[in-house]
T-cell receptor
Framework: SQQGEEDPQALSIQEGENATMNCSYKTSINNLQWYRQNSGRGLVHLILIRSNEREKHSGRLRVTLDTSKKSSSLLITASRAADTASYFCATDGNQGGKLIFGQGTELSVKP | KAGVTQTPRYLIKTRGQQVTLSCSPISGHRSVSWYQQTPGQGLQFLFEYFSETQRNKGNFPGRFSGRQFSNSRSEMNVSTLELGDSALYLC??????????????FGNGTRLTVT
């Protein structure tokens, strides 16, 4: 079963707009990670947030984590066409070290 | 530093055959994880190796196996291929074992098609 579930499944926006993706998970975690995947390629690590952190920034990316609600969000500000990709959250979720991925959000940024 | 290298990039096999996929991790990384990605099931964890030992295993049948060599390179093998094994197989390496605070670095995958 999937540990993380992303919402929405697909998101289409115009260049320059902000994109927000949400992730919910089921069990306690040590950390939560976000990855990006361009079509047919491998995943690229974006950001890791530990369970004792509430917010983290990296360039145009902002990740929040609410462990009481078992949820996280990824915000991409001022999106570009090059941000078009699938975005996945992943958690260890007390799986003994396995990193379990959600189903992903497909983001389309139109120029 | 070179990234994670997976070979071959594409593979076409027939039902009943077996296949071996190869993964060379980033230099210095001792952990290698394997994932299967399909449109229906998404990313499914297969197994993880660290210093030649299997540390974690996903819920896949015994037809799926792997190993890791002393230089951290890893191979996975699928025997008696089924149509449902058609997928993108992704390998990822990391410095530490498991997911604890250790981001995964992925290769571009091997696209396996079973006919």
């Amino acid at each position: 079963s999937q540990q993380g579930e992303e919402d929405p499944q697909a998101l289409s926006i115009q260049e320059g707009e902000n994109a927000t993706m949400n992730c919910s998970y089921k069990t306690s975690i040590n950390n939560l990670q976000w990855y990006r995947q361009n079509s047919g390629r491998g995943l690229v690590h974006l950001i890791l947030i530990r369970s004792n952190e509430r917010e983290k920034h990296s360039g145009r990316l902002r990740v929040t984590l609410d462990t009481s609600k078992k949820s996280s969000s990824l915000l991409i500000t001022a999106s570009r066409a090059a941000d078009t990709a699938s975005y996945f959250c992943a958690t260890d979720g007390n799986q003994g070290g396995k990193l379990i991925f959600g189903q992903g959000t497909e983001l389309s940024v139109k120029p | 530093k070179a990234g994670v290298t997976q070979t071959p990039r594409y593979l076409i096999k027939t039902r009943g055959q077996q296949v071996t996929l190869s993964c060379s991790p980033i230099s210095g990384h001792r952990s290698v994880s394997w994932y299967q990605q399909t449109p229906g099931q998404g990313l499914q964890f297969l197994f993880e190796y660290f210093s030649e030992t299997q540390r974690n295993k996903g819920n896949f049948p015994g037809r799926f196996s792997g190993r890791q060599f002393s230089n951290s390179r890893s191979e996975m093998n699928v025997s008696t291929l089924e149509l449902g094994d058609s997928a993108l197989y992704l390998c990822a390496s990391s410095l530490g074992s498991g997911a604890y605070n250790s981001p995964l670095h992925f290769g571009n995958g091997t696209r396996l098609t079973v006919t």
